[in-house]
């Protein structure tokens, strides 16, 4: 079978294997669509020291049920799911606390262990969903960083009427903001990319600042009458944006973070105590995907202005290597098989 494959940083490629075959306990998926994220790029730019190669990349994966075991109750051939492709342990203390997205053995598809890009995929049972009728297949690999935005929104607490930091306008910041609006809130979206700020306002969201252009803190202290905002959601990973969210949140606000910083980020930790914060890490998601996909499916969530376009699998290879070097060009490019 054809998978997209990276036999090591900067060399990407369809490559060929044996036919996968389904493992024991688990479910044998035709794959229909799979999402390129960031993640799949930082593995081709040999970034992400968690990845080892070569590697089949992919965690954003939907298809087809095409084998079951005999005693399988719940899915059945020709169903339509989408792989959680965070595979946890079950053992460790985090688990044990059913934070299973933080697992300290946690696997992830496309990363620790062969991604999803590949023609068929054996999943474990309790690591699937299905998909509702209506979501085409090439939107549905969107529901993955969709649960990634609902965790980090839920880690900061939002509540309806409070006022909501997204700092970077990117898949997951866009997505954050949309999910703040579904549950009420009001986003301020922040990001220096003025078409992204204007993407952001065709979503629905009222208030956007261009931190490159104006006094971010000035005009987020205008937007919320003073207070700042309740929480922040830090999505870019960006020095500046990470120290300025402490600025932009109110006192007793809540702060998540769930872009990953390329270093150590200096913080005024003093304005922690001052403005008694919650600062809450985010990673991955944990029982949010059937929610995601209700969101998609009733179109609370519009997940196809996010498209940049859709590719063959054929395609993808190409398409890797151009998203890492231009990656001011695409938002989210999803790959239909
Ligand atoms: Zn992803
Ligand atoms: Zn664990």
Redesign the pocket.
Same mark, same amino acid.
């Given at each position: 079978m054809k998978t997209v494959c990276l036999k090591q940083p900067g060399d990407i490629s369809l490559v060929d294997v044996p036919e996968q075959r389904r493992e024991p306990e688990q479910v044998l998926i035709k794959v229909r669509s799979a999402g390129i994220c960031g993640s799949d790029i930082g593995a081709y730019k040999g970034v992400n020291p968690l990845v080892s190669y070569p590697r089949v990349i992919g965690h954003e994966i939907a298809g087809e049920v095409v084998e079951v075991a005999d005693d399988e109750q719940e899915f059945k051939v020709g169903d339509r799911v989408i792989l959680e492709p965070y595979v946890?342990?079950?053992? $460790?203390y985090? $688990?044990s606390i059913g934070h299973?997205n933080c $697992?300290?053995?946690?696997t992830v598809r496309g990363v620790h262990i062969e991604g999803g890009m590949a023609e068929y995929v054996s999943h474990p049972r309790h690591l699937l969903h299905k998909v509702p009728a209506g979501i085409p297949w090439h939107l549905v690999p969107m529901a993955e960083p969709l649960v990634i935005a609902m965790h980090a929104v839920q880690q900061a607490e939002v509540a309806a009427g409070q006022h909501v930091v997204v700092t970077g306008a990117g898949q997951i910041g866009l997505l954050a903001a949309q999910y703040a609006l579904t549950l009420g809130a009001v986003p301020i979206v922040v990001d220096p990319v003025d078409e992204r700020l204007a993407l952001a306002r065709s979503l629905g969201v009222a208030h956007t600042v261009n931190p490159a252009g104006a006094d971010a803190v000035a005009g987020i202290l205008s937007i919320t009458g003073g207070r700042m905002a309740e929480a922040v959601i830090e999505c870019s990973g960006d020095a500046r944006a990470i120290r300025g969210a402490v600025d932009y949140v109110s006192y007793a606000g809540h702060i998540a973070l769930v872009g990953w910083p390329k270093g150590d980020i200096p913080m005024p930790t003093a304005l922690f105590t001052k403005k008694e914060l919650t600062v809450r890490g985010s990673r991955n998601s944990v029982g949010q995907f059937p929610e995601s996909l209700r969101l998609i499916a009733e179109g609370k969530v519009n997940v196809e202005a996010l498209l940049t376009k859709t590719v063959s699998m054929d395609e993808t290879p190409a398409i890797v290597a151009d998203i890492a070097a231009h990656p001011e060009k695409y938002l989210k490019v999803t790959c239909v098989l």
């Open positions: 946890y342990c079950g053992k $460790c985090p $688990c299973t $697992c300290e053995n946690l």
